[in-house]
């Protein structure tokens, strides 16, 4: 196990809070059948957020938002 000292040091909190949460909120409401990686070239080309898909999953699921393929 490297020490502390020696580990890239990351910031493991999401990137998407207050304002940004909101967009995401309005992108599922507007087409709640969208991709998460739709969700992920929105948030990119708009705020230039850059987020991976599992982070998006993982926002998803703690504001309740949830998307549904239409058939």
Same mark, same amino acid.
């Given at each position: 196990?490297?020490?502390?000292?020696?580990?890239?040091?990351?910031? *493991?909190?999401? #990137?998407? @809070?207050?304002?940004?949460?909101?967009?995401? +909120?309005?992108? &599922?409401?507007?087409?709640?059948?969208?991709?998460? *990686?739709?969700? #992920?070239? @929105?948030?990119?080309?708009?705020?230039?957020? +850059?987020?991976? &898909?599992?982070?998006?999953?993982?926002?998803?699921? *703690?504001?309740?938002?949830?998307?549904?393929?239409?058939?």
């Amino acid at each position: 196990m490297k020490s502390p000292q020696n580990r890239k040091e990351e910031d *493991r909190r999401s #990137k998407i @809070k207050g304002k940004n949460e909101e967009l995401v +909120k309005a992108i &599922v409401r507007e087409q709640n059948d969208i991709y998460l *990686r739709e969700i #992920k070239e @929105k948030l990119q080309e708009s705020k230039e957020i +850059k987020v991976s &898909v599992s982070s998006l999953s993982r926002t998803l699921k *703690r504001l309740d938002l949830g998307r549904k393929k239409k058939l």
